[in-house]
């Protein structure tokens, strides 16, 4: 059965600190790692990854996938109040693109 | 541009009752996925709707049932309401049967009482 695990839980951290974010994956013919934003409702995509090594970057947030060790990470810099949200993380297989979710990683960012 | 749009937004229901979620696609995109979100919990999987066909289907019961209408827009059904599907209700769009990233819209929260 597919799996997808997130670390930590959850995390608090103050305004301008770094944070990392854990995402590993069990996935039968595995194609990509999404990560996405959840605030209220609808998650929002972050970044699709296929490649392992190359970072991809927008703004303050940058991932990487390892498809060796069958994980990712998602940093995120400077952290801002803004910032505060669940993180999930998901893997798609090569058939269509199901996504398998991580429980996900709750980010609070004090002031 | 409109984004994948969901509706009711909220709905309570009683027990053995059925109910009916409705999903219209972003403009463009003419995949629907529909996923089940627990509180707490990631998103699981449901099925997977394309040319009006159930393409992909996850670990759930019968009594989730779905449909696509030419217009790409789509219908989830659930019999028989038991108190564990009290969830916030998913439905995500994207391109084709490909590696397209999902875009999801702000859900419907189903209460079972």
């Known amino acids: 059965e597919d799996k997808v695990v997130q670390s930590p839980l959850s995390l608090v951290v103050h305004e301008g600190d770094t944070v990392t974010l854990n995402c590993s994956y069990e996935v039968t013919n595995f194609r990509s790692l999404l990560w996405y934003k959840q605030e209220k409702k609808a998650p929002t995509f972050l970044f699709m990854l296929t490649s392992s090594g190359i970072e991809k970057k927008s703004g303050r947030l940058s991932s990487i996938l390892d498809k060796k060790e069958l994980f990712s990470i998602l940093n995120i810099t400077a952290t801002q109040t803004g910032d505060s949200a669940v993180y999930l993380c998901?893997?798609?297989?090569?058939?269509?693109?199901?996504?398998?979710f991580g429980g996900g990683t709750r980010l609070m960012v004090k002031p | 541009d409109a984004g994948v749009t969901q509706s009711p937004t909220h709905l309570i229901k009683t027990r053995g009752q059925q109910v009916t979620l409705r999903c219209s696609p972003k403009s463009g995109h003419d995949t629907v996925s529909w996923y089940q979100q627990a509180l707490g919990q990631g998103p699981q999987f449901i099925f997977q709707?394309?040319?009006?066909?159930?393409?992909q289907r996850g670990n759930f019961p019968d009594r989730f049932s779905g449909h696509q209408f030419p217009n790409y827009s789509s219908e989830l059904n659930v019999n028989a309401l038991l108190l564990g599907d009290s969830a916030l209700y998913l439905c995500?769009?994207?391109?084709?049967?490909?590696?397209?990233?999902?875009?999801f819209g702000n859900g419907t929260r189903l209460t079972v009482t």
């Open positions: 998901a893997a798609s297989a090569r058939a269509g693109n199901m996504l398998t």
């Open positions: 709707y394309y040319e009006e066909e159930e393409r």
């Open positions: 995500a769009s994207s391109v084709g049967q490909g590696n397209s990233p999902l875009h």
